[in-house]
């Protein structure tokens, strides 16, 4: 069966920090990836994405994602995180070649960046 | 300006009866979906339409029923409510996946309908 993993609830982290948002999938063949970012009230933003290509995929705000076949994973990285960064983050995976394919979220990680 | 709108906003109801949630998108796509996000965050696609053609339908009570008028709208009807049905309702919008490319498609997400079932 195909599934997404996000193992961390919540990750906090300094202002200026590194941060980093870790995902991890199950599905077979080459799927797409996806990073959704919702903030408080509001629907879910497009980040960005991992079609095929160069492992390292650069997205809106600064942040990247790795995208790592050996150990099927795709974290979600920033380099210097920001207050304005709090958010719930979600990984998303979705099977190639079918438009009627589904895409399957993660359970979301909440991101906290601390002054 | 707003690409994916949603209405109405909040819906607060009692158990057992009939309520709809509209959607539009002004972004030509011709994909649309929606999704439940539960209280725990768990966020769920529910259908799929494609030029006005269900093609994602996925284990959902019968008593939620999508309707298209057109392309540009897809609405959710739910009857009988019940209080497992509390969650926030999103839609959502893209183009259709180019042959080869299908499952690419980014989403564009409208702000959400929180419905509370009493």
């Known amino acids: 069966a195909q599934s997404v993993a996000q193992p961390e609830d919540q990750v906090n982290v300094a202002e200026g920090n590194p941060l980093t948002v870790k995902c991890t999938y199950s599905?077979?063949?080459?799927?797409?990836l996806f990073w959704y970012v919702q903030y408080p009230n509001r629907g879910l933003q497009f980040l960005l994405k991992?079609?095929?290509?160069?492992?390292l995929v650069k997205g809106s705000y600064g942040f990247e994602a790795e995208f790592n076949k050996s150990q099927t994973s795709f974290h979600l990285k920033k380099p210097s995180a920001l207050v304005s960064d709090s958010a719930l983050y979600f990984c998303a995976v979705r099977p190639p070649y079918s438009s009627a394919s589904k895409i399957i979220f993660g359970s979301g990680t909440r991101l906290s960046i601390r002054p | 300006d707003t690409a994916v709108s949603q209405t109405p906003k909040y819906l607060v109801t009692q158990m057992g009866n009939d309520k709809s949630i509209k959607c539009e998108q002004n972004l030509g796509h011709d994909t649309m979906y929606w999704y439940k996000q539960d209280s725990k965050k768990f966020l769920k696609i529910m259908f799929s339409y494609n030029n006005k053609e269900l093609i994602i339908n996925e284990t959902v009570p019968n008593r939620f029923s999508p309707k298209s008028p057109d392309k540009a709208h897809l609405n959710l009807h739910i009857n009988s409510l019940e209080l497992g049905d509390s969650a926030v309702y999103f839609c959502?919008?893209?183009?259709?996946?180019?042959?080869?490319?299908?499952?690419?498609?980014?989403?564009?997400f409208g702000p959400g309908t929180r419905l509370l079932v009493l």
């Open positions: 959502a919008s893209s183009f259709p996946g180019l042959a080869g490319a299908q499952g690419q498609e980014t989403q564009y």
């Open positions: 599905v077979s063949g080459n799927p797409y």
């Open positions: 991992y079609i095929t290509g160069d492992n």
